[in-house]
């Protein structure tokens, strides 16, 4: 999820603020991860800062040599969303047009490979999804399916058989990274789903039909209206408007010199008080600890690199049988 982000190859440890976080789908691709000249650098900027760097991508300029320089770089997570299994007029990602990608990746690449695939309005052959799906699982990635909005923005409940891929697919091979999707469960079957919201600490379910308005209401409006003119209208993309359109990822990221505004020093001091503040506030009933974003991530890091990496039995199987192969201990 990273476009565009440095105009030289000058950086500044500690200096430099990433705001992530402005990505959606929406018509007329004009950005692209991959197209920045400089996309191994940024990475590994990103890495020397203690962050995970992931990447969204549509595929299309991955080759050898990329994912070499990708490897090389320190990415830890690539996601590849494909719409169909055969290019048509909606959408060109298909798994035929990306098919020979893949197997680079899973030859070459050392970092982890998700590939998504989609259901829901639009898509004309829900059984593409769990070819992609399989597929995915075959070539050793972790596999993951969306759920897709109609032109007007609404998400309706999957039919008998979409509701069967949908759960056959959520079954396949390995959990990912990606995989925060208890919600896709009751969408998929057009269910409320229990949406929580900070105010108060307090479940919120007051929504008006069809709306998702579950981070804030009117402060969660002002927000989707500023995401379309960051990431949309600034990425190139576009705004959210009438259809019909091509889906496509829209990324904007901003890069902050501090300081420009402040002492670093002071900056640091003053978001460790607001961090204070936030963690100091009442917990809500049944929670342990409020934690800022990133910690999770960080203790986790902390645990694997102390322990190591817990490797669920497939995997080790699958391991232990190629070892068997080629006979290696």
């Not at 105010?199 to 008006?208: A, C, F, I």
């Not at 009442?282 to 645990?303: C, D, K, M, S, V």
């Amino acid at each position: 999820m990273m476009t565009r982000l440095l105009a030289s190859k000058r950086f500044a440890l500690g200096s430099v603020l990433l705001i992530w976080a402005l990505v959606r789908i929406y018509p007329l691709v004009q950005t692209e991860p991959l197209m920045h000249p400089e996309i191994d650098e940024v990475i590994r900027h990103i890495r020397r800062h203690g962050m995970i760097a992931g990447m969204i991508t549509n595929g299309f300029l991955l080759d050898k040599k990329t994912i070499e320089k990708l490897n090389a770089a320190g990415l830890e997570h690539l996601q590849i969303s494909i719409d169909n299994a055969v290019p048509d007029e909606v959408s060109l990602k298909s798994l035929k047009t990306l098919d020979t990608r893949l197997e680079w990746l899973a030859q070459y690449a050392i970092f982890q490979v998700n590939i998504n695939s989609v259901l829901g309005s639009g898509v004309k052959n829900p059984e593409d999804a769990l070819q992609i799906a399989h597929r995915a699982v075959d070539l050793g990635f972790t596999s993951t399916v969306g759920i897709i909005h109609d032109h007007n923005g609404q998400l309706k409940p999957l039919g008998p058989r979409e509701t069967e891929i949908f759960e056959e697919i959520m079954t396949l091979g390995k959990r990912s990274f990606s995989r925060f999707n208890e919600f896709q469960h009751n969408v998929a079957r057009g269910r409320e789903h229990n949406w929580r919201c900070r105010s108060g600490s307090r479940s919120s379910q007051d929504l008006p039909p069809g709306a998702l308005l579950t981070s804030g209401e009117h402060k969660g409006y002002g927000l989707s209206l500023a995401v379309e003119i960051l990431g949309g209208i600034l990425s190139g993309t576009g705004p959210a408007g009438p259809p019909p359109g091509v889906f496509a990822n829209g990324t904007l990221m901003i890069c902050l010199d501090v300081e420009r505004f402040l002492p670093l020093p002071e900056f640091h001091r003053q978001v460790g008080a607001l961090f204070g503040w936030v963690k100091a506030t009442p917990l809500a009933q049944g929670a342990t600890e409020i934690l800022i974003p990133g910690e999770p991530e960080a203790r986790l890091e902390a645990e694997r690199r102390a322990n190591g990496i817990a490797i669920e039995d497939q995997t080790w199987s699958q391991i232990e049988t190629t070892a068997a192969e080629l006979g290696v201990g």
